[in-house]
C-alpha cells in the first residue's frame, strides 16, 4: 500500500504569511494528488485536486503543485478563515493532517 | 446545489450494527460513486470503502471487509452504509462524499454534513 506522509504536523504563522505544507508519497502516484481542508466540527472541503488544479469556487491563493512523490500545498498570504487542518489525499489514503494554527 | 444530507446521530452498543444514510441532491446520482470516511475522534481521516451509483459494485477497505455493507437506492438518490459487530474503536465521524474519477484515481468533491456514531455500553 501506498503511504502519504505529510509535514510539518502543525504549523503556527500569522495572517499575511506565506505557507507550505509537504506530503509525500512512499512511490510515485504520477499527479494525482488532492488536497482537503477541515475546519473543526465540519466537513472536509476539496481545495485542489490533480496535484495542481483549483477546485470551483476555492480563493486563488491556494496552490498546489508536484508530481511523481513530492507534493505542496501553498497559501500565498493567510488569511484569518484559513487557519485550520489540511490533508493530502490519493486514492484511498489520507495523509495525517497538518494543523495550521495561529501564532 | 450539490448537497448530501445525512442520517442523525447514532448511539449503539458493542455488537450492535448501525446503518446511515446520505441523500444527494443537485446532480445525478448515478453519474458518481459515493465514498465513505470516517474520522475518530480527535484523529484523521480514514476511508472505508466506495459504491458506484450506476452500478452498485462496492470496493472496501481491507481493514472492514466482513463488516461493512454499502448500497445505494437509485430511485429515492440515496446512500446507505451499515456497520456490523459494533466496537468502541467505531466511534466516529462517519461522512459520505461524492467520488469523482479522473485517470486512474478520484477526488471527494462534495461531502455529507457527518454522523456521529457512538459505540458504548
Known amino acids: 500500500d501506498i503511504q502519504m506522509t505529510q509535514s510539518p504536523s502543525s504549523l503556527s504563522a500569522s495572517v499575511g504569511d506565506r505557507v507550505t505544507i509537504t506530503c509525500r508519497a512512499s512511490?510515485?502516484?504520477?499527479?494525482?494528488l488532492n488536497w482537503y481542508q477541515q475546519k473543526p466540527g465540519k466537513a472536509p472541503k476539496l481545495l485542489i485536486y490533480?496535484?495542481?488544479s483549483l477546485q470551483s469556487g476555492v480563493p486563488s491563493r491556494f496552490s498546489g503543485s508536484g508530481s511523481g512523490t513530492d507534493f505542496t500545498l501553498t497559501i500565498s498570504s493567510l488569511q484569518p478563515e484559513d487557519f485550520a487542518t489540511y490533508y493530502c489525499?490519493?486514492?484511498?489514503?489520507f495523509g495525517q493532517g497538518t494543523k495550521l494554527e495561529i501564532k | 446545489q450539490v448537497q448530501l444530507v445525512q442520517s442523525g446521530a447514532e448511539v449503539k452498543k458493542p455488537g450492535a450494527s448501525v446503518k446511515v444514510s446520505c441523500k444527494a441532491s443537485?446532480?445525478?446520482?448515478?453519474?458518481?460513486?459515493i465514498s465513505w470516511v470516517r474520522q475518530a475522534p480527535g484523529q484523521g481521516l480514514e476511508w472505508m470503502g466506495w459504491?458506484?451509483?450506476?452500478?452498485?459494485?462496492?470496493n472496501y477497505a481491507q481493514k472492514l471487509q466482513g463488516r461493512v455493507t454499502m448500497t445505494t437506492d437509485t430511485s429515492t438518490s440515496t446512500a446507505y452504509m451499515e456497520l456490523r459487530s459494533l466496537r468502541s474503536d467505531d466511534t466516529a465521524v462517519y461522512y459520505c462524499?461524492?467520488?469523482?474519477?479522473?485517470?486512474?484515481?478520484?477526488?471527494?468533491?462534495?461531502w455529507g454534513q457527518g454522523t456521529l456514531v457512538t459505540v458504548s455500553s
Open positions: 462524499a461524492s467520488s469523482h474519477k479522473y485517470g486512474s484515481s478520484w477526488s471527494f468533491d462534495y
Open positions: 443537485g446532480y445525478t446520482f448515478t453519474s458518481y460513486g
Open positions: 459504491i458506484s451509483a450506476y452500478n452498485g459494485n462496492t
Open positions: 512511490q510515485s502516484i504520477s499527479s494525482y
Open positions: 490533480a496535484a495542481s
Open positions: 489525499q490519493q486514492r484511498d489514503t
